[in-house]
């Protein structure tokens, strides 16, 4: 978590920043989750995520504390596991993602919650969360996994639980709304949100007395270093996709965000 004295501060706020990571089985809707939060959208054929994804987003919880989201959503394929702890490493959060229509994917989830809670952070905020709702709304006969059972076992592990449904957008805000009310706001200090320009390229019109001045251009996209031997960070960076939505810097700041694909 980060926080900073900025000149300008309104009196009282507070910014915090907390790295969140999703876990659980392939197609359990992880993507789909975050993609709702970070932009209130859902895909009907997302594509499986390849390694992890990187996303950012703000939330407020009142006039004066805003939170930032530093969100890693990590692969739920057998094969990317072994990874996993490169992701939820120094996490202050993590929501496990289970499929409430699969008998099995509870077993799975609570498999992800002993491992996080023997190898993560000691003080980690962890969220249980059943996914697709929206099935069972329609057809009550698809629930696999009862509320009930899967709330009782959240209590007895101390972990925040809500079922939850990206396509109907139900419960998607209040989990992670409720995780950040968890997180030690406390040790928050004051920082102005305009104060700190995220990376771009500057479009403003140039000042008075700089006509000529050379100023950047976006020439080419960046692409990806490449190695007849690629290194384990080579490897690890090939895996990752990078995105950046989030909506802290107003459209008056002359600047573009990154956007980092996946492209080769």
Partial sequence: MASRQAAGARPGAR?????????????????????????????????STIGAAFLTQTISLDDSTTVK??????????????????YYRNANCAVVVYDITQASSLDKAKSWVKELQRQANENIVIALAGNKLDLVTESPDKRAIQEADAEAYAR??????????????????????????????????????????????DLRPEAPGTQGAVRPRLTHRLRRPKATHPSIFQRWYNSVTFYDFANVIPSDSGTIPYRYGAEG
């Fill in 15 to 47: 910014f915090a920043q907390f790295k969140l990571v999703l876990l659980g089985e392939s197609a359990v809707g992880k993507s789909s989750l975050v993609l709702r939060f970070v932009k209130d959208q859902f895909d009907d054929y997302r594509e």
């Fill in 69 to 86: 989201f530093e969100i890693w959503d990590t692969a739920g394929q057998e094969r990317y596991k072994s990874l996993a702890p490169m």
């Fill in 156 to 201: 007895e592990a101390g972990l925040l639980f809500f079922e939850t449904s990206a396509k109907s957008s139900i419960n998607v805000k209040e989990l992670f709304t409720a995780i950040a009310k968890k997180l030690p706001l406390d040790q928050a200090g004051p920082r102005n949100l305009r104060a700190t320009p995220r990376p771009g390229v």
